[in-house]
Nanobody
């Protein structure tokens, strides 16, 4: 069974940090670009970050650039999102998603093939 499982979410104070993990089972992430998305209450889901198959290319939403870092460990079939300087507006359910791509250079995460179940991140004092 193909699965993506997120972990590492929770409650953190403003200015704090969290690291989300996205572990794949049932398939190898080597052939996939991986993205992180989030959905806040009452808002549409938005893309947060994307990483290419080999990790050489990344992109970020303007709202998180400079604070979040995406990385991947293909040997362990896991992708990470390091979130620093968290703000209340970062509160959302965070999802990882996998997009099968041919390119090993570009970070392309539009219309992913697989989604994780999501994990709550709450930034509050």
């Amino acid at each position: 069974q193909l699965q993506l499982v997120e972990s590492g979410g929770g409650l953190v104070q403003p200015g704090g940090s969290l690291r989300l993990s996205c572990a794949a089972s049932g398939f190898t992430l080597d052939y996939y670009a991986i993205g992180w998305f989030r959905q806040a209450p009452g808002k549409e889901r938005e893309g947060v970050s994307c990483i290419s198959r080999r990790g050489g290319s990344t992109n970020y939403a303007a709202s998180v650039k400079g604070r979040f870092t995406i990385s991947r460990d293909n040997a362990n079939n896991t992708v990470y999102l390091q979130m620093n300087s968290l703000k209340p507006e970062d509160t959302a359910i965070y999802y990882c998603a996998a997009k099968k791509v041919i390119t090993t250079i570009q970070a392309m995460c539009v219309q992913p093939d697989y989604w994780g179940q999501g994990i709550q991140v709450t930034v509050s004092s």
